[in-house]
T-cell receptor, first 112, second 117 residues
Framework: GESVGLHLPTLSVQEGDNSIINCAYS??????FIWYKQESGKGPQFIID?????DKRQGQRVTVLLNKTVKHLSLQIAATQPGDSAVYFC???????????FGQGTILTVHP | SAVISQKPSRDICQRGTSLTIQCQVD?????MFWYRQQPGQSLTLIAT?????????ESGFVIDKFPISRPNLTFSTLTVSNMSPEDSSIYLC??????????????FGPGTRLTVT
């Protein structure tokens, strides 16, 4: 899960490996979640979302898994590339469209 | 997805002054939001910019410090008033649009990096 505080969790992987980034949320009523990627000097970029009526959703090279029982969310990146290096945030969309509550973020570093 | 621009992209300001940040979207959107991202930290919602009415502020943020305007469906401003060094952050606008029949995905602008000296 993501830590709270000034020091972001880090994940270092080799190019070509699969990456898994985890996130815990607190609101059991939340029904919408989003993963964002933020590169240095840029705004967060939408990656993939999932609703609570699903436990898995796949995109291009990415998969999001949702475990509502333990309030846990994960982002899997297949065949990680150096361009995937960034800070990854999960966001909890609550029960209605609008306000997002962001997790603390995970720094992903991909080594060539 | 919507294309969002912000002005200025960065600024260095003296304490006690105010800065107005602009957010422009290339299409009409239903909802616009303003976030703050302090150095090395995550994003915190400041307020929801409501078109034609006063913004809705989150706990810890007040209108006198962060006045917001939203005169139409494509534009909003955030003012950081009477700045102090603690206001040094990245300020981001985001939008939520149902125009494409989507699910309410939120997209972010590039951010405004503010340094207060």
């Amino acid at each position: 899960g993501e830590s709270v505080g000034l020091h972001l969790p880090t994940l270092s992987v080799q190019e070509g490996d699969n990456s898994i980034i985890n996130c815990a949320y607190s609101n059991s009523a939340s029904d919408y979640f989003i993963w964002y990627k933020q590169e240095s000097g840029k705004g967060p970029q939408f990656i993939i979302d999932i609703r609570s009526n699903m436990d898995k959703r796949q995109g291009q090279r990415v998969t999001v898994l949702l475990n509502k029982t333990v309030k846990h969310l994960s982002l899997q990146i297949a065949a990680t590339q150096p361009g995937d290096s960034a800070v990854y945030f999960c966001a909890d969309g609550g029960t209605s469209y609008g306000k997002l509550t962001f997790g603390q973020g995970t720094i992903l570093t991909v080594h060539p | 997805s919507a294309v969002i621009s912000q002005k200025p992209s960065r600024d260095i300001c003296q304490r006690g002054t105010s800065l107005t940040i602009q957010c422009q979207v290339d299409s009409q959107v239903t909802m616009m939001f303003w976030y703050r991202q302090q150095p090395g930290q995550s994003l915190t919602l400041i307020a929801t910019a409501n078109q034609g009415s006063e913004a809705t502020y989150e706990s810890g943020f007040v209108i006198d410090k962060f006045p917001i305007s939203r005169p139409n469906l494509t534009f909003s401003t955030l003012t950081v008033s009477n700045m102090s060094p603690e206001d040094s952050s990245i300020y981001l606008c985001s939008v939520e649009s149902f125009m494409t029949g989507g699910s309410g995905e939120q997209y972010f602008g590039p951010g405004t990096r503010l340094t207060v000296t």
